[in-house]
C-alpha cells in the first residue's frame, strides 16, 4: 500500500490487504458511527456490518479513491437502513453531511494526530461553559441525550441545539488552530 487508505489493483481482493484496511479505518468508522448513534453496541454492529459488505464488494471498490470514505459511505447507509428497521428518525441530512466533512478534516490531518488531539482538547477547554458542559456529559461520559437534559436542566432540543453549536464552534477552533480551512456547518 503506497497511499494510507489506498490499495493497489493487484492487491484489491486480497484478503491480508483487507485486513490491514479494517486495521487501518475500524477506529475512525467507529467514531463515525457513534457520531450517528451514541449506543456503542449498535455502532459496533454497524461498522461490522460495513466492514462485511465492504468485503464483499470490494470487487466494484475503484482503487483510485481513498478506502476510508468509500467505506463511510457504506456506513452512512447502513445507519440508515437502521433507522428504517427501527423506526428512528434518522439524522438531519444537514448533519450527516456536517458529520461527513468533519470527518474528512480528520482524515486531511491524520499525518498528526497529536497534534489534531492537543488542539481539540484546547477548542473544547475554550468553549462557553454551558457547552463545554453538554460536550463533557454527552461525549465524554456517554450519557444518552435525556439524562444529559436532566444534569443541566433544560429539555432535549436544548441539548441537541447546544451540541451543534459546540460541534461548530469545535470544527472552526481546531481548523484555526491547525491552520487549515474552516469545515462548513450545516445552516
Not at 439524562?147 to 432540543?157: I, R, T
Request: charged letters at 30%; hydrophobic letters at 40%; a positive charge.
Amino acid at each position: 500500500m503506497s497511499e494510507p487508505g489506498k490499495i493497489s489493483g493487484e492487491r484489491a481482493m486480497d484478503s491480508q490487504a483487507f485486513e490491514a484496511l479494517v486495521r487501518q479505518h475500524h477506529r475512525r468508522l467507529l467514531g463515525y458511527a457513534l457520531a450517528l448513534v451514541p449506543v456503542r453496541q449498535v455502532a459496533e454492529d454497524l461498522v461490522q456490518e460495513t466492514f462485511l459488505t465492504a468485503y464483499r464488494e470490494m470487487s466494484r471498490f475503484e482503487t483510485d479513491r481513498d478506502f476510508g470514505a468509500w467505506a463511510r459511505g457504506i456506513l452512512r447507509n447502513k445507519y440508515r437502513e437502521w433507522a428504517r428497521r427501527q423506526r428512528e428518525i434518522p439524522t438531519d441530512a444537514a448533519t450527516l453531511n456536517a458529520i461527513d466533512e468533519q470527518h474528512a478534516l480528520w482524515d486531511r490531518v491524520e499525518a498528526a494526530p497529536g497534534e489534531l488531539l492537543g488542539a481539540l482538547q484546547d477548542c473544547i477547554r475554550k468553549l462557553p461553559e454551558v457547552l463545554r458542559q453538554v460536550v463533557d456529559l454527552f461525549y465524554m461520559q456517554r450519557k444518552p441525550g435525556a439524562e444529559v437534559a436532566s444534569n443541566v436542566s433544560c429539555d432535549a432540543a436544548t441539548v441537541r441545539k447546544r451540541l451543534q453549536r459546540a460541534r461548530e464552534q469545535l470544527a472552526a477552533c481546531v481548523a484555526s488552530v491547525l491552520g487549515r480551512e474552516t469545515v462548513r456547518s450545516p445552516q
